[in-house]
């Protein structure tokens, strides 16, 4: 007997909330992160940014080897 895989409702909820952002900007992708950003931005939560090459390069030498 072949069992039915039971689907995820939150990796079914992910689908769908993927496939109306994608309509709403026709499947622009320009426009998908464009809008992502802005709503990032306005969400006023802490955003990660990667340190500048100097910081890297500065922090590499301060590592013990």
């Excluded at 809008?35 to 013990?64: C, F, M, T, Y």
């Amino acid at each position: 007997m072949i069992q039915q895989l039971k689907t995820d409702s939150v990796i079914d909820e992910i689908h769908r909330t993927r496939r109306d952002i994608s309509k709403r900007f026709q499947g622009n992708v320009v426009a998908i992160a464009e809008d992502a950003a802005r709503r990032q931005a306005a969400s006023g939560r802490p955003i990660w940014q990667r340190k500048n090459d100097e910081q890297v390069a500065e922090h590499d030498r301060e590592l013990p080897r």
